[in-house]
């Protein structure tokens, strides 16, 4: 295989992103640690079959002109390297660099002048140029200007990354000018809506500027949810009314889970905390307050509801329906679902838990029981927000 064009990561970004460059007739190699996977993607099998017409594409390309290995000598003939791993956050939303860190000096150690290096991984702004660039450099022995460097978001949503990828407008930024026009080259072959921004820190931003403006709007909507319902308001027919060209007031919810959203607003708290800024970022904290206790606000109403019923509150069958981080994708990451389905179990409550997407041994398997929504005397579909009685509430 003659492939320039590298993956790192073949995880759920990595991979449909592999599978599009392969679709443009450019041969790429893929490279991920764990060699199983990189073994299924060759036999043309997808180790993601939830990702809409990601199927299709690795039975045709899987071992041809996608090539998946465990091993970074095999990626040193490859002049670009897109980089898809996994920044994790500590308990206290401190971003964890070590995966980052062991693929980058990776590519370091096989680093050619000339070559392209490039990140999409979501990362606190600045990471590219205060991280990356060092650990490069310090491997290769080569100074930026020898080789270029990069910075282009991932923005896929799971589940429609591949339509994601030939629809969404992607941007990039280097992190000199040649770095920045030779990465728009790169992607241009195979990204249709492509835009050049003028640093590797504004493409950084602009990823984390949009998770933080789902979670404000989101705390924004759970905000008025709660007022409207003190009010006596029918918030969603409120929000039918208010929502116009110039507002867009969001959806209520049980919080906000997944990797993403309730991660991102930290990269920049944490950033403002480093810099002694502490006032800059007061409104991402209260969102990320107002959205994490949506399952405390949750688990209050269901209590209420119960106590209507005419039996001891021990006795009551409650099932919450939709235990996913949202409904549709089979992920649990900072499931605020989840976390409400335990705080009942705290309190003590009879509590059960129903998925679509969840057999009956996956939910025991989370330590929860499972009982189908009709059997229940009380269900909450975590994606409707309503409560129903099966029984009538008898
Ligand atoms: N999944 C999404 O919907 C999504 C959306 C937007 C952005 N992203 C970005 O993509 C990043 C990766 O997410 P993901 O969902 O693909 O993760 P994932 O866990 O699905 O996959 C990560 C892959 O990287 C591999 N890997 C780990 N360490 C490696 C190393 N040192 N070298 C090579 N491969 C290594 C793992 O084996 C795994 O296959 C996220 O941190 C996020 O910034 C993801």
């Given at each position: 295989?003659?492939?320039?064009?590298?993956?790192?990561?073949?995880?759920?970004?990595?991979?449909?992103?592999?599978?599009?460059?392969?679709?443009?007739?450019?041969?790429?190699?893929?490279?991920?640690?764990?060699?199983?996977?990189?073994?299924?993607?060759?036999?043309?099998?997808?180790?993601?079959?939830?990702?809409?017409?990601?199927?299709?594409?690795?039975?045709?390309?899987?071992?041809?002109?996608?090539?998946?290995?465990?091993?970074?000598?095999?990626?040193?003939?490859?002049?670009?390297?897109?980089?898809?791993?996994?920044?994790?956050?500590?308990?206290?939303?401190?971003?964890?660099?070590?995966?980052?860190?062991?693929?980058?000096?990776?590519?370091?150690?096989?680093?050619?002048?000339?070559?392209?290096?490039?990140?999409?991984?979501?990362?606190?702004?600045?990471?590219?140029?205060?991280?990356?660039?060092?650990?490069?450099?310090?491997?290769?022995?080569?100074?930026?200007?020898?080789?270029?460097?990069?910075?282009?978001?991932?923005?896929?949503?799971?589940?429609?990354?591949?339509?994601?990828?030939?629809?969404?407008?992607?941007?990039?930024?280097?992190?000199?000018?040649?770095?920045?026009?030779?990465?728009?080259?790169?992607?241009?072959?195979?990204?249709?809506?492509?835009?050049?921004?003028?640093?590797?820190?504004?493409?950084?931003?602009?990823?984390?500027?949009?998770?933080?403006?789902?979670d404000?709007?989101i705390g924004l909507a759970n905000e008025?949810f709660k007022?409207?319902g003190?009010?006596?308001?029918?918030?969603?027919?409120?929000?039918?009314?208010?929502?116009?060209?110039?507002?867009?007031?969001?959806l209520p919810s049980t919080g906000v889970g997944?990797?993403?959203?309730p991660?991102?607003?930290?990269?920049?708290?944490?950033?403002?905390?480093?810099?002694?800024?502490?006032?800059?970022?007061?409104?991402?904290?209260?969102a990320r307050e107002i959205n994490d206790q949506m399952a405390e606000h949750w688990a209050g109403q269901i209590?209420?509801?119960?106590?209507?019923?005419?039996?001891?509150?021990?006795?009551?069958?409650?099932?919450?329906?939709?235990?996913?981080?949202?409904?549709?994708?089979?992920?649990?990451?900072h499931s605020r679902n989840?976390a409400l389905?335990?705080l009942?179990?705290?309190?003590?409550?009879?509590?059960?838990?129903?998925?679509?997407?969840?057999?009956?041994?996956?939910?025991?398997?989370?330590?929860?029981?499972?009982?189908?929504?009709?059997?229940?005397?009380?269900?909450f579909?975590t994606?409707?927000l309503?409560?129903?009685?099966?029984?009538?509430?008898?």
């Amino acid at each position: 295989m003659s492939a320039t064009i590298a993956v790192i990561g073949l995880g759920n970004a990595g991979l449909p992103l592999a599978a599009v460059i392969a679709e443009n007739e450019i041969e790429v190699l893929g490279v991920d640690i764990d060699p199983v996977r990189c073994q299924r993607i060759n036999r043309g099998e997808n180790p993601i079959p939830q990702e809409t017409g990601l199927d299709e594409l690795i039975r045709r390309h899987g071992g041809k002109s996608l090539v998946a290995c465990a091993d970074y000598q095999e990626a040193r003939s490859c002049q670009v390297f897109i980089v898809i791993v996994p920044l994790f956050v500590d308990h206290m939303f401190n971003p964890d660099y070590r995966i980052l860190e062991s693929a980058f000096r990776s590519i370091g150690r096989i680093l050619k002048p000339g070559d392209l290096v490039i990140l999409e991984t979501t990362v606190p702004p600045g990471t590219t140029e205060r991280l990356v660039k060092p650990w490069l450099e310090e491997e290769s022995g080569m100074e930026l200007g020898q080789f270029h460097l990069a910075y282009s978001p991932e923005r896929i949503m799971t589940g429609y990354s591949i339509s994601r990828l030939r629809e969404f407008p992607k941007v990039v930024g280097g992190l000199d000018e040649d770095s920045g026009l030779l990465a728009y080259q790169v992607y241009s072959r195979f990204i249709p809506h492509l835009s050049l921004v003028s640093s590797a820190r504004v493409a950084e931003f602009i990823k984390v500027m949009e998770g933080c403006y789902r979670d404000v709007n989101i705390g924004l909507a759970n905000e008025l949810f709660k007022i409207a319902g003190d009010l006596g308001v029918d918030f969603f027919e409120a929000r039918n009314f208010a929502n116009h060209q110039y507002c867009h007031v969001h959806l209520p919810s049980t919080g906000v889970g997944g990797h993403c959203i309730p991660v991102y607003p930290w990269f920049l708290i944490r950033e403002m905390e480093r810099l002694e800024r502490f006032d800059h970022a007061r409104l991402l904290r209260t969102a990320r307050e107002i959205n994490d206790q949506m399952a405390e606000h949750w688990a209050g109403q269901i209590l209420l509801q119960c106590m209507r019923l005419d039996r001891p509150l021990a006795q009551v069958r409650i099932c919450v329906r939709g235990i996913t981080y949202r409904s549709g994708v089979k992920e649990f990451h900072h499931s605020r679902n989840l976390a409400l389905v335990r705080l009942l179990m705290d309190k003590g409550l009879q509590v059960y838990a129903w998925d679509e997407l969840m057999s009956r041994e996956e939910v025991e398997a989370k330590g929860l029981n499972w009982l189908p929504p009709q059997e229940a005397d009380l269900v909450f579909d975590t994606s409707t927000l309503k409560m129903e009685m099966p029984g009538g509430g008898a």
